[in-house]
């Protein structure tokens, strides 16, 4: 069974080294971790006075590492989920933070239980996903896949600067896409058919 530290070191491969994409509201990034989080948390790595640029260059992996399993893992309470949908939440919350949480309080009402969709995890939706997870053992995580990947095409729907996140230039799936289906069983994932249908809206 892949421990914490594993599930935050795939994350950093998946996420990669610097960016600093003008259309990605998170701004300068390296391994996942951007500035504004950077900023919020202090992380003065060349101790100028300041977070800038310079310092999410200076970002070492093992401290995405520390960041992540305890601000994108242990401080949302990820740990109280079932363990097999641990991974895909955790990867989605260093994406998307509580928005990660959102959409699985939105499966679970959908599923039929009772919690609020404020972003926490709390007693109401710890009770909701143990009572999904019994009822839905071999479904849940790959629901909660497939419903991140939704958010993902209806962030693109509504954002056509981040469609080159959900669509590569040769109109393949993009990253968003991608990362979504890496915890969807294979026979869930979209085929280039249905990939090119449901994006043919965007041009």
Known sequence: MKTVQDIAKEIIAREGGFVNDPHDLGGATKYGVTIH???????DLDRDGDVDVTDVRQ???AQAEQV???HYFDKPG???LPQALQASVFDMYVNAGANAVKILQRLLCQMGQQTSV?????PQTIAATQAAWRLAPDHLVDAYGIA???????????RPASRKYARNRKGGKGGWIKRAEEF??????????????RVASWG
């Open 184 to 197: 969807i069983t294979q026979r869930y994932h979209l085929s280039t058919r249905e990939f090119q249908q």
């Open 68 to 70: 992540f399993i305890k």
């Open 148 to 158: 991140r990947r939704n958010y993902y095409f209806r962030l693109a729907d509504h």
């Open 78 to 80: 990820i740990a109280h």
């Open 118 to 122: 404020d972003g926490k995890i709390g």
């Open 59 to 61: 970002l070492s992996r």
């Open 37 to 43: 989080t950077m900023r919020r948390l202090g992380l």
